[in-house]
């Protein structure tokens, strides 16, 4: 299913359109629906890159859009607005995340909720349209590979024939998270263990053989080393996932990584860091689950830009559309 490498096909009939992420930088399906549907509502969404703070306004309208790639740890939230992304015309699939963690990880998910939801979307869209992230995966003192192995198969058991593909990583211990790492450490006595990569592929085998009884294939997000006949490389944002479902007649995308041996297709990610309130230990997108959740609480859901009051954003969206530089960010 993923994408080898990359490809150019135009899309016959139509303007090239983008790929919108949201969000690897926050949930906005969990947590910023009503946000989000107001964008489609009026057509864009502000932008700020977190990579040289620019700021740039995206079109949504439909035929803007090859599609939606939405990612979230519980999307029962995010139903009631289905319907009207369906009406509108949308195409979209899911990133769907459910770990198996302990709750000391991830404190603020439901997840019968969200598995509950995952079997509807399955059924009301297909498996297809779902990627089950399975990810990360944290070995530590609750958590060694016994844990993993009977945690994988508890959940790929139940959806079996719900999902075809499930990607999974092993952490990535960035500044902010080897903090939560010491915390937890400090104040619950849990011990990250630093396993030799032979262990880590020899777990990745042994979920693969577990998702293979059940019908479930095993896509490596950014860990080439774990790949092998059982193990394919992930593309989390797939040009080729969305050509098949999509695209019969082909579709112009290429490779864009966000990181080191990422697969990714080049997308346009409306999410803002340190706006998730869901508190994981793991996460990689909050400076702390104080800072994130403080931004939640002040979020205006009328602003175009996700984590911003609505004053600032309107003069923002104002001096953009005012450049007079064609060049310039704008609305594109």
């Not at 740039?56 to 319907?83: G, M, R």
């Not at 790929?156 to 790492?181: D, I, M, P, Q, W």
């Not at 007649?249 to 490779?255: A, F, S, T, V």
């Amino acid at each position: 299913m993923g994408v080898g490498a990359p490809k150019m096909l135009l899309a016959q009939g139509s303007e090239m359109g983008r790929i919108i992420s949201l969000s690897r930088r926050t949930d906005i399906p969990a947590f910023y629906a009503d946000w989000f549907l107001r964008r489609v509502q009026e057509g864009f969404a502000g932008v700020v890159s977190p990579y040289g703070r620019s700021r740039y306004l995206v079109s949504l309208e439909p035929q803007a859009v090859d599609c939606f790639v939405f990612w979230s740890k519980d999307f029962t939230p995010f139903i009631p607005h289905l319907n009207t992304l369906d009406r509108l015309g949308y195409r979209f699939y899911f990133n769907y995340t459910l770990t198996g963690l302990p709750a000391v990880f991830e404190s603020h998910v439901d997840k019968e909720a969200a598995l509950k939801t995952l079997e509807y979307l399955s059924t009301r869209y297909s498996p297809r349209h779902i990627n089950w992230r399975f990810d990360p995966i944290i070995l530590s003192s609750i958590t060694g590979p016994d844990f993993w192995l009977d945690a994988f198969e508890r959940l790929a058991a139940r959806l079996a024939g719900r999902v075809e593909r499930c990607y999974f990583s092993f952490v990535t211990a960035y500044e902010k998270v080897r903090h939560n790492f010491l915390q937890l450490l400090l104040h619950d006595g849990i011990g990250i263990l630093q396993p030799h990569p032979e262990e880590k592929i020899a777990l990745a085998d042994r979920l693969a053989a577990i998702g293979q009884r059940y019908g479930i294939r095993m896509y490596s997000c950014c860990g080439d080393y774990l790949l092998s006949d059982w193990v394919q490389k992930a593309h989390c944002i797939d040009g080729g996932i969305i050509e098949q479902l999509f695209f019969p007649q082909g579709l112009q995308y290429q490779q864009k990584p966000t990181r080191r041996e990422c697969g990714c297709t080049e997308s346009i990610d409306l999410g803002t860091y340190d706006t998730c309130p869901h508190g994981c230990v793991y996460c990689y997108a909050n400076a702390s689950r104080e800072v994130a959740g403080r931004a939640f609480q002040r979020h205006d859901p009328d602003a175009a830009f996700l984590g911003f009051d609505k004053t600032r954003s309107d003069a923002w969206v104002a001096e953009i559309r005012g450049r007079p530089d064609p060049e310039a960010p704008a609305l594109f």
